[in-house]
């Protein structure tokens, strides 16, 4: 799950590139053990959230250990905000990594470049992957081979408030972002509601450059593409949206400005992920009235289609692991039909196999609301170890933009040089 970088912190943070660590991704062994014949202890990160879904996960965690009574699973709950660089500190030095570890979906190729985590494929781990519905499961690649197993998924939509748009006189959400700014003038003038809070983070940029035929990089050409012509125009339609569609924007807090706007009825829309859904419901103008929430696409581009980022959490292995069989079997199970099942309906959060869209799954209105969304529109970031480390400078400038201290122009051309310090090898498209 990708909730976003400190817009205040982006603009002053510079980011460092990637630095190489050698590792081995040999696991291949002699003929795997039996399950009942594996034993040990294993240590698990788990960056759900401690208060209302880590419960979930220590239950299953019990009920592993009694169906495999040789294993015993040492169970540690690590913020979100910390395990990236816990994890590569420890798996650098050796030194305290856990064998298994909830892995954000965006960070799988920095982790397997710098040979931190294991490839599964031929393991018990991977078993049955023709269940995982595809999107999350191309999450889990890099150079060929598969680095995790899909365990909760999401995206990006387009929240809105039914009662708000019905009262403005629009039928159906937008579809496009020309749309989007028209619908959010008509709001304001019907309503006196703003259209939407436009999120300045960079992360939720990328629907707007996906949707123009834009991205970060092209990774098969080591071409950098931030600044090329379909990056300036889902960029210009950003400052658009901004001017004439938006709330105004407070940089040092948007993302909780947002939130409290939107819950209030002051704002329409939003381009969120369904992390938010349960904070959105405390709303005076949901609470209770749950059904007023809606879910929708994000909206397409011009002459392109409507996409988003693929985010959520993958398990991995630590390639040092003592116990990788049982490291293998432990992925295997807390990844399974029967605890995605579990796991979405005590969370809420959205299953990765096609099989746990039970019934019961799909009673909650945000899974429902969620998943043909991600189904029409997520795909996976560009697949680049430096990928976290990019959307750095890319905030920087972004920001910069919003604020009109930087064209449009400026800001990218200053992004693609930074990028270039980044990626070794790629030129400026």
Not at 240 to 258: C, G, L, P, T, W
Not at 275 to 280: A, F, G, P
Not at 382 to 389: C, E, T
């Amino acid at each position: 799950m990708r909730r976003g970088i400190s817009i205040a912190a982006a603009v002053t943070v510079i980011a460092l590139s990637a630095t190489a660590c050698g590792g081995s991704d040999d696991n291949s062994s002699s003929k795997p053990k039996a399950a009942k014949d594996i034993s040990g202890t294993i240590t698990y990160w788990d960056t759900s959230d401690a208060a209302t879904e880590a419960p979930t996960y220590k239950a299953l965690i019990k009920k592993f250990e009694a169906k495999y009574p040789k294993i015993k699973v040492n169970y540690q709950n690590v913020p979100f905000t910390d395990v990236e660089q816990k994890f590569k500190s420890a798996a650098k030095s050796g030194k305290g990594a856990p064998d298994v570890v909830r892995t954000d979906v965006g960070l799988i190729p920095e982790y397997a470049s710098l040979g931190y985590i294991a490839p599964l494929d031929g393991t018990t781990a991977l078993k049955d992957t023709s269940d995982f519905n595809t999107t999350p499961m191309n999450t889990t690649k890099y150079n060929g081979k598969t680095y995790g197993v899909p365990s909760v998924t999401d995206t990006l939509g387009l929240l809105y408030n039914k009662e708000l748009l019905k009262k403005a006189g629009i039928d159906t959400p937008p579809t496009t972002w020309d749309e989007f700014i028209a619908d959010s003038k008509t709001i304001k003038k019907k309503t006196g509601a703003y259209g939407t809070y436009l999120n300045p983070d960079s992360y939720f940029l990328l629907p707007l450059l996906y949707s123009n035929g834009a991205d970060m990089a092209d990774t098969s050409a080591k071409k950098i593409t931030i600044s090329d012509a379909s990056a300036v125009t889902a960029l210009t339609t950003a400052k658009k949206i901004q001017d004439e569609a938006s709330m105004k924007v407070d940089f040092a807090n948007a993302y909780q400005n947002m939130q409290t706007a939107f819950k209030n009825g002051k704002v329409a829309m939003l381009v969120q992920g369904p992390w938010s859904v349960s904070d959105d419901l405390t709303g005076k103008v949901f609470k209770g009235n749950e059904d007023n929430l809606g879910y929708a696409a994000v909206p397409a581009g011009a002459g392109g289609k409507a996409q988003a980022p693929t985010g959520g959490h993958d398990l991995t292995v630590y390639q040092g692991s003592k116990n990788l069989d049982a490291s293998y079997l432990f992925s295997q199970f807390m990844t399974s039909t029967e605890s995605q099942v579990t796991i979405a309906t005590a969370t809420g959060t959205l299953p990765t196999r096609k099989s746990a869209y039970t019934s019961e799954v799909t009673s909650n209105a945000k899974i429902a609301g969620f998943k043909p969304i991600l189904e029409q529109t997520a795909r996976p970031r560009v697949a680049l170890p430096q990928v976290g480390s990019l959307f750095t400078p890319l905030a920087q400038n972004y920001v910069k933009i919003l604020q009109g201290t930087s064209s449009v122009k400026d800001g990218l051309d200053k992004t693609a040089t930074e990028f270039q310090k980044l990626l070794p090898g790629y030129s400026i498209g």
